[in-house]
C-alpha cells in the first residue's frame, strides 16, 4: 500500500520556506548564544579561548543545522521519527559498553576526535517519536491500555540505560518530555494520577538504587551546611554569589566569587551564577525572560499548526526547553538538589547546544509546513484494544 504524507500542493520552494521561518525566534537564539559567548568570556578571565570562541563556532553550525533541519521536508522528520529513536537507543546501549567515563560518569562515545554525548541527542528524538506515533493514532485508541503501554515503553526504555551512566538529571528530563507528549495528545488523566500514586509508594525504595554520589546530593541539599567545605560547597558557593551580585550585579568580570576561583563548573552548570553575580537582578530577570520568551514563540508556533504531528513536536520541545531551565535554575538556587542540568544555549557545550539547536530545527520544520495535509499509515493491532475513555485535554491539540 503507498503511502503519502501530505498532498504535493503542499510542497514549497526554498525560498517560500525561508519566508515561513520564524525569524524572531532564530533571534532570540542568537541572542542567548551571544549572552552564553560573553558570560564565558569572562569566566575564562578575559579570553575567547576556551569557552568563548568554540561556543560561538557550535552556535554557528547549530544555526546552520537549524536551518537545514527546517527546510528538509515534513515528511522527513515524520518518517525519520521511528529509524531515529532506535539508532539514537542502540547509541545509549554503545555508551554502556565503549563510552568514555569522566567524572564517574560514562556518557560519551568517542567518535574520531569528538565526544558525543547521544543522552542529548534522545531529549529530542523522544519527542519526535511519540509525536509521530500520536500522529498515527486516531484520537479515540489515545487512552486504551494497549496504546499506552507502547509509548511508555518507549519512555522507560531509554532512561533506564540513562540512569546506568549514571545521569539522574537527563533520566528525570526524559520522563518529563515524554509524559507532557502524551498528556497533550490527549491520554486519559487517570493514567497520570495512578502513576503518580504509584511514584508516591515506591519512592522510599528508590534510596536503595542510587548511587552514593545521588544520595549525598540530596543529603546535602537537606543540608548543605554540613559540610561546607566539602559536599556542599558548590551550592553553599552558588548561594553567595547569587546573592552578592544584588540589584545591578558587581559588573562585567568583576564578580569575585567567581573570579577568585571559589564558584565551580561556572562555564557549564553554574555559567546563571556568575552571571548572575555580575550583572545583578536585572541582568538575570532579563536573561530568564529571553528564555520565557523562546518558550511563548514555540507555544505560539504549536497553536498555529495545523497537523497533530507538528503540534506534538513542538509542544514537546518546547516543554524540554522549559524543564532545561527551570531545573538549572532551581539547582543553581538551591531549590532542588544538582542533577547537572546545564542552561540551553548559555551553557558551554557542544552536544547540548547541537541537540537544542537540532530540536528547534525540528519544530521550525513544522512550524514551516503549519498547512501540510498529513495523514495517518497504518497502526499495528497491538494498539485497535478497548478504550478506557477519552483524555481530558482540550480538542486544540488533539483535532487532525
Not at 509509548?151 to 522507560?156: D, E, G, H, N, S
Not at 503518580?196 to 548543605?224: E, G, I, K, M
Not at 564558584?263 to 546563571?272: A, C, G, I, S, Y
Not at 507538528?310 to 524543564?323: H, N
Amino acid at each position: 500500500m503507498e503511502h503519502r504524507y501530505f498532498k504535493p500542493s503542499a510542497y514549497l520552494t526554498i525560498t517560500a520556506k525561508l519566508w515561513r521561518v520564524h525569524w524572531p525566534l532564530v533571534l532570540v537564539t542568537a541572542i542567548l548564544a551571544a549572552v552564553g559567548s560573553i558570560a564565558l568570556y569572562s569566566a575564562a578571565g578575559g579570553s575567547l579561548h576556551p569557552w568563548a570562541e568554540q561556543h560561538a563556532t557550535r552556535y554557528l553550525v547549530g544555526l546552520g543545522l537549524l536551518l537545514a533541519a527546517a527546510l528538509l521536508p515534513v515528511r522527513f522528520w515524520l518518517g525519520a521519527a521511528y529509524p531515529a529513536y532506535l539508532i539514537t537507543l542502540l547509541a545509549l546501549f554503545a555508551v554502556m559498553l565503549f563510552g568514555t567515563e569522566a567524572m564517574g560518569a560514562r556518557r560519551w562515545l568517542r567518535l574520531g576526535g569528538m565526544a558525543v554525548q547521544p543522552s542529548e541527542a534522545m531529549k529530542i528524538v523522544l519527542v519526535l517519536a511519540l509525536a509521530r506515533y500520536y500522529h498515527d493514532l486516531p484520537s479515540d485508541r489515545v487512552s486504551r491500555p494497549s496504546a499506552v503501554l507502547v509509548p511508555l515503553l518507549a519512555i522507560v526504555l531509554p532512561i533506564a540505560l540513562v540512569l546506568r551512566q549514571p545521569d539522574l538529571g537527563t533520566a528525570l528530563l526524559l520522563m518529563f518530555c515524554g509524559l507532557v507528549v502524551m498528556f497533550l495528545a490527549g491520554v486519559r488523566l487517570l493514567y497520570f494520577i495512578a502513576g503518580a500514586v504509584l511514584a508516591a509508594v515506591v519512592s522510599p525504595l528508590a534510596w536503595y538504587v542510587l548511587h552514593d554520589y545521588q544520595r549525598q546530593r540530596l543529603l546535602t541539599f537537606l543540608n548543605p551546611e554540613a559540610d561546607p567545605s566539602g559536599a556542599g560547597y558548590h551550592i553553599l558557593q552558588s548561594k553567595i554569589a547569587l546573592g552578592s551580585g544584588g540589584l545591578t550585579g558587581k559588573g562585567f568580570m568583576l564578580g569575585t566569587q567567581s573570579r577568585l576561583g571559589f564558584l565551580p563548573e561556572k562555564h557549564t552548570d553554574f555559567v546563571f551564577t556568575m552571571f548572575a553575580e555580575e550583572m545583578g537582578f536585572v541582568g538575570a530577570a532579563a536573561l530568564l525572560m529571553l528564555f520565557a520568551l523562546l518558550i511563548a514563540l514555540l507555544l505560539w508556533m504549536a497553536v498555529a499548526c495545523r497537523h497533530r504531528f507538528g503540534r506534538l513536536l513542538i509542544a514537546g520541545i518546547a516543554s524540554g526547553l522549559f524543564a532545561y531551565v527551570f531545573v538549572n535554575i532551581a539547582m543553581v538556587s538551591g531549590m532542588v538538589p544538582v542533577v547537572g542540568v546545564p542552561l540551553p544555549l548559555v551553557s558551554y557545550g557542544g552536544s547540548a547546544m547541537l541537540a537544542v539547536m537540532l530540536g528547534l530545527g525540528m519544530a521550525m520544520n513544522a512550524h514551516v509546513h503549519y498547512d501540510a495535509r498529513l495523514q495517518r499509515l497504518d497502526l499495528p493491532l497491538i494498539v485497535q484494544g478497548p478504550s478506557l475513555g477519552r483524555g481530558l485535554v482540550p480538542r486544540l491539540w488533539s483535532r487532525h
